[in-house]
């Protein structure tokens, strides 16, 4: 089963209208690659600028709400971001989970919202470094993967990001042998939920990839991609991710 990879960056809250010149240079080097995807997941305030900017790369948002409209003050539908120019959406980040507090049933809600209003979804899971050092990250992983994979999903459209939480902005990466152990146990799981079609879902490793170990973990067993944070900031350090796939 051969998977297109996915390179995609995560702005979080950073970026301006004069940082999108950066997208120049990430939409030339996606150009120059047609063989993956490459995606970029900026602020809400910058998805419409940025689509119209770089309408060859694919824009998204980093969340969506659940609900299609109403009383949700400070929040943004699925619809809405749609409408303002994003192809896919993030969601269940695990700074989402931490500052928000939210669940795996809630990244399930946003995940059926964003699919039903014609998005692409990057569903998060990973575990923090407490699970992961009691022996526990395997079955923190396939437990949010159970809870919020929608049951409708299928690699059209749903992408999986494995981001151990530890591992985030940090400078620290699991091994190689462990990334290929949760993918593999990851894959196992979405089997079991979602059966033939999940051996088309990707499932992108995220959590410090840079320039220099991007080579090695996209080369990793079962890792069909990368969720990139600060390293997607700039090209200069965006572009050789996107050449090592
Ligand atoms: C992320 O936030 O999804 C991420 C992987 O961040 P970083 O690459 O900065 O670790």
């Given at each position: 089963m051969t998977r297109r990879k996915l390179i995609a960056g995560n702005w979080k809250m950073n970026g301006s209208l004069a940082t999108l010149a950066e997208l120049d240079g990430i939409a030339a080097a996606a150009k120059a690659r047609p063989d993956i995807d490459v995606a970029v997941a900026v602020p809400f305030t910058l998805i419409t600028p940025a689509a119209t900017r770089v309408p060859s790369l694919s824009i998204g948002a980093q969340d969506v709400h659940a609900a299609d409209s109403g009383a949700h003050t400070g929040c943004v539908s699925a619809a809405?971001?749609?409408?303002?120019?994003?192809?896919?959406?993030?969601?269940?980040?695990?700074?989402?989970?931490?500052?928000?507090?939210?669940?795996?049933?809630?990244?399930?809600?946003?995940?059926?919202?964003?699919?039903?209003?014609?998005l692409n979804v990057i569903l998060c899971c990973g575990e923090t470094e407490a699970e992961r050092d009691a022996g526990r990250a395997e079955r923190v992983?396939?437990?949010?993967?159970?809870?919020?994979?929608?049951?409708?999903?299928?690699?059209?459209?749903?992408?999986?990001?494995?981001?151990?939480?530890?591992?985030?902005?940090?400078?620290?990466?699991?091994?190689?042998?462990?990334i290929a152990a949760i993918h593999a146990i990851a894959r196992a799981k979405l089997r079991a939920l979602i059966g033939d079609a999940a051996a088309q879902v990707r499932i992108l490793y995220g959590g410090s990839v840079t320039g220099d170990n991007a080579a090695a973990i996209l080369s990793t067993a079962d890792v069909d991609g990368a969720l990139v944070g600060g390293a997607s900031l700039t090209a200069a350090k965006f572009v050789p991710i996107i050449e090592a796939a």
């Amino acid at each position: 089963m051969t998977r297109r990879k996915l390179i995609a960056g995560n702005w979080k809250m950073n970026g301006s209208l004069a940082t999108l010149a950066e997208l120049d240079g990430i939409a030339a080097a996606a150009k120059a690659r047609p063989d993956i995807d490459v995606a970029v997941a900026v602020p809400f305030t910058l998805i419409t600028p940025a689509a119209t900017r770089v309408p060859s790369l694919s824009i998204g948002a980093q969340d969506v709400h659940a609900a299609d409209s109403g009383a949700h003050t400070g929040c943004v539908s699925a619809a809405m971001v749609r409408e303002a120019g994003a192809r896919f959406t993030i969601v269940g980040h695990s700074e989402r989970r931490a500052d928000q507090h939210e669940t795996s049933q809630d990244a399930w809600a946003k995940a059926t919202a964003a699919h039903r209003h014609g998005l692409n979804v990057i569903l998060c899971c990973g575990e923090t470094e407490a699970e992961r050092d009691a022996g526990r990250a395997e079955r923190v992983v396939q437990a949010q993967i159970e809870k919020s994979v929608p049951e409708n999903a299928t690699g059209d459209w749903l992408t999986l990001a494995y981001e151990p939480r530890w591992a985030i902005g940090t400078g620290r990466t699991p091994t190689l042998d462990d990334i290929a152990a949760i993918h593999a146990i990851a894959r196992a799981k979405l089997r079991a939920l979602i059966g033939d079609a999940a051996a088309q879902v990707r499932i992108l490793y995220g959590g410090s990839v840079t320039g220099d170990n991007a080579a090695a973990i996209l080369s990793t067993a079962d890792v069909d991609g990368a969720l990139v944070g600060g390293a997607s900031l700039t090209a200069a350090k965006f572009v050789p991710i996107i050449e090592a796939a």
